[in-house]
């Protein structure tokens, strides 16, 4: 799509609401290799700009209740493509009913995906790495179908399904097949003042079929505690992809974590807004069948929100961090890279 016709549909879809949402991220880094690695060469060094997003969003409700809705979201991604040049795609664009039917939202269009963003949520670190299906491509944040969501009264559980192209949002469908998934979360302790309030269990599956006779099917089972000053996650991820008969099977592992520490000592006094440590674990074996194909990865540091106050600038955070890839396979050389990465939020 072109540039101008992108930003067209941002200004028309402006002009129709009665108080669109304007806003965006932009995500960048410095990194410097330490090793002699499978992609750079140590002492390597590069400022970056990873990515960028802008879109509005908007809500027209069917009554002064505020109960029901219809809404939308434009958002537009851009991303660098390695040889200096961004090139730009419309990651959402959907149309969304909710409140009609209680505590359930319908989208229809280049929707959310019912994993990838729920995860992000936890993790809280997108603009350092995504998340482990994402990273390792096993499917992505956002495709093109329908999907329904329900939260229930007090948030003890959430249920959210798609149908969806199955492609992604970077590519068309190539034929009449469909991916179907689902994610279940409960929330056993929501609204308690346990410890554990934030506990939650989670399951999700993903059946899809990239062509006649062929298996793109995807299983998560993970658990996570999340509060304001500390969260942790872990989780085990199945996949089964070729032909459905003698499917390659594969999947892996992640654990992810962080501890606020300025919301933990500086609760009631004017300090930096959070500051503290996060890691992220993973490993992933593409193919359980076969040897040294494995690859660990993780990624360690520590963050910060400088704005001293509650000041009317950008909303930024900086993290250091240290990110280590090796292989099974003998013949590729690991990387070690210090990154400085950035998020400023408008």
């Known amino acids: 799509m072109k540039i101008w016709r992108i930003w067209g549909f941002l200004l028309i879809a402006s002009s129709l609401s009665a108080g669109p949402t304007l806003g965006g991220k932009i995500y960048f880094d410095y990194t410097y290799d330490l090793t002699d690695g499978q992609h750079t060469v140590k002492g390597f060094n590069s400022f970056n700009v990873t990515r960028f997003y802008f879109g509005v969003q908007g809500k027209h409700y069917f009554s ?16 660098d493509m390695g040889n200096g040049y961004f090139t730009a795609y419309v990651k959402y664009a959907y149309f969304e009913i909710g409140g009609v039917l209680p505590y359930t939202t319908l989208r229809l269009g ?5 994993w990838v963003g729920f995860e992000e949520k936890i993790w809280g670190f997108r603009f350092v790495q995504k998340v482990f299906v994402d990273q390792f491509n096993y499917f992505g944040s956002t495709d093109r179908g329908v999907t329904v ?3 229930s009264p007090k948030k003890f559980a959430q249920v959210a399904l798609a149908l969806v192209n199955g492609e992604g949002y970077h590519a068309p469908e190539v034929n009449k097949y469909k991916d179907m ?9 929501a609204g ?30 993970a658990v996570s505690e999340k509060t304001k000053a500390f ?31 300025g919301k933990l000592l500086f609760a009631q006094r004017p300090a930096p807004k959070s500051f503290g440590l996060f890691f992220k674990y993973d490993q992933l074996d593409p193919n359980k069948d076969a040897q040294n194909d494995g690859v660990t990865e993780w990624v360690a ?24 890839v090796s292989y099974e396979d003998p013949t590729l050389k690991n990387d070690t890279e210090v990154r400085l990465n950035g998020e400023i939020r408008f």
């Not at 989780?235 to 099977?249: C, I, Q, R, S, Y």
């Not at 540091?301 to 280590?324: K, R």
Request: aromatic share 8%; net charge neutral.
């Open 301 to 324: 540091g520590i963050f910060v929100h400088p704005c001293l106050f509650e000041a009317s600038i950008p909303n930024v955070t900086l993290a250091l961090n240290v990110v280590n």
């Open 64 to 79: 002064n209740t505020q109960k029901g809705y219809a809404g939308y979201r434009i958002l537009l991604d851009g991303k």
């Open 231 to 261: 969260h942790l996650m872990g989780e085990v991820v199945l996949a089964e992809d070729g032909p459905a008969d003698t499917p390659v099977k594969g999947g892996g592992f992640s654990v992810h974590g962080s501890i606020d520490l």
């Open 181 to 189: 998934m689902g994610r279940l979360s409960i929330f056993p302790l």
């Open 110 to 114: 280049q929707v959310p995906t019912p």
């Open 192 to 221: 308690s003042q346990s410890l554990l309030s934030g506990l939650g269990l989670h399951a999700y599956g993903h059946l899809g079929t990239p062509d006649q006779n062929q298996k793109r099917n995807r299983y998560i089972f």
């Open 149 to 151: 969501s329900y939260t």
